[in-house]
């Protein structure tokens, strides 16, 4: 992780809240999400889904594209995805990502993705550099759970 990205990822942290900061405006970053899609399908030539649903985590919205066969044949869904582009809670930070083994995010514009987060606001977080372990202010964060917490979990998961 490089030196601006540790710096913003520090300031952006809190040691007493693990969902939101206080002031989070939900419905003013959504709207801004919601205002950036059309840019984001437009570089990417295909729709994107929206999960504006999101709760009990430390992001708050989630761009995305089903990786084929997502959808079995009973209609159930299986959020795996090519691409998504993840909204944090904090700091209008955003990353880039995928959950699928059979998807490379670097096949994808993520240069000019990245760009457009950043015309709407957005701090754009590679999502290589959240593997990193957390070593933040919220000290109970992994405490006790049997896992290793990442700067990903912090800021860019379900809690």
Known sequence: MDTHTRQLMLQNDTAA?????????????????????????????????LDDQVQDASFFAELFVLEDGAINPYGSTALVFKIAIRFSAFGKMATIHTNSTASDVQKYPVAQLAKLLEQHGFEYIPA?????PYDGKLKALGQGLGMDCTWWCRFFDYM
């Open 17 to 49: 809240h693990v969902e939101c900061p206080p002031g989070f405006d939900w419905q003013v970053s959504m709207a801004v999400v919601k205002a950036l899609k059309p840019h984001a399908e437009r570089i990417l030539g295909q729709p994107l889904k």
């Open 128 to 132: 290589e550099f959240l593997n990193e």
